[in-house]
């Protein structure tokens, strides 16, 4: 968002958004950061960390993918490349499917037909590159949820070294569910806007999850979240 942008002045309606954004997004990056903890601890404790070693992260993540109440589709870690001893490049992550976790299989090999190449992709190279959590989305995620997606990611570190990204996948849908009841309680035109000026989610038929906020709306920055709450004329 344009850094000329007038700060937005909250009221009891807007405040209820927040409490509710922040609650959603939490449950997102608490489970990443379970996760970047876990697998640290691991790289930090052992050299030559195998596949094998990371059998912990499923039993991290398993419930809250499985849980009544949970809000995560998908989560896990993804390591650097190089940083496993047995496999240059892999995913230790799982998905929510027809109510039970299963792993995602992709091919990790670069010889293959399919090779999935997350290097370059912003839910792995903004962390790995800035040292920060950061939000990816929404975007249509075809690897795993096949839908509007907002995937949460933080970096892995063993010490000082980067050994990878922990994060969690939240359906747009599943945010929306969450959110838009506040949202339309709220007695402005308002909406929930990433880093890029794209909209997350609003209360405004205008402007649908995706679209780009071009003018420098009056805003409000969510926490020190890559997201702004944002008033719309």
């Known amino acids: 968002m344009s850094t ?3 700060a937005l002045t909250l009221d009891a309606g807007l405040e209820a958004v927040l409490d509710v954004v922040e609650s959603v997004v939490g ?6 950061e379970q996760v970047a903890t876990q697998v ?5 404790d052992k050299a030559g960390v195998h596949r094998t070693d990371l059998t912990d992260v499923a039993t991290l993540v398993h419930p ?10 998908g989560a896990g870690f993804i390591a650097a490349v190089d940083a496993l001893a047995d496999s240059r ?5 799982f998905m929510l499917s027809n109510g039970a976790a299963e792993r995602l299989i ?7 037909e399919n090779f999935y190449d997350y290097e370059s992709l912003p839910w792995y190279d903004v962390p790995r590159t800035t040292g920060r959590r950061y939000i990816t989305g929404p975007y249509v995620d075809y690897l795993c949820t096949d839908d509007y997606t907002l995937t949460f990611t933080v970096p892995v570190l063993a010490g000082d070294r980067f050994v990878g990204v922990a994060g969690a996948d939240v359906r747009v849908f599943t945010f929306e569910k969450a959110v ?6 709220a007695r402005r035109t308002v909406a929930i806007v990433n880093d890029q000026g794209r909209v997350v989610l609003s209360n405004s038929a205008r402007h649908v999850s995706g679209t780009l906020i071009r003018a ?7 926490d020190d979240l890559p997201l702004s709450l944002v008033e719309l004329s």
């Open 89 to 93: 490049w892999w995913l230790e992550w």
């Open 216 to 222: 420098p709306f009056p805003s409000y920055p969510i």
């Open 27 to 32: 449950e997102a990056f608490g489970l990443a």
């Open 106 to 112: 992709v091919d990790t090999d670069p010889r293959g």
């Open 180 to 185: 838009l009841p506040c949202l339309r309680a």
């Open 64 to 73: 809250a993918l499985t849980g009544p109440d949970g809000r995560v589709q």
């Open 40 to 44: 640290g601890e691991v790289f930090a």
């Open 4 to 6: 000329e942008a007038a």
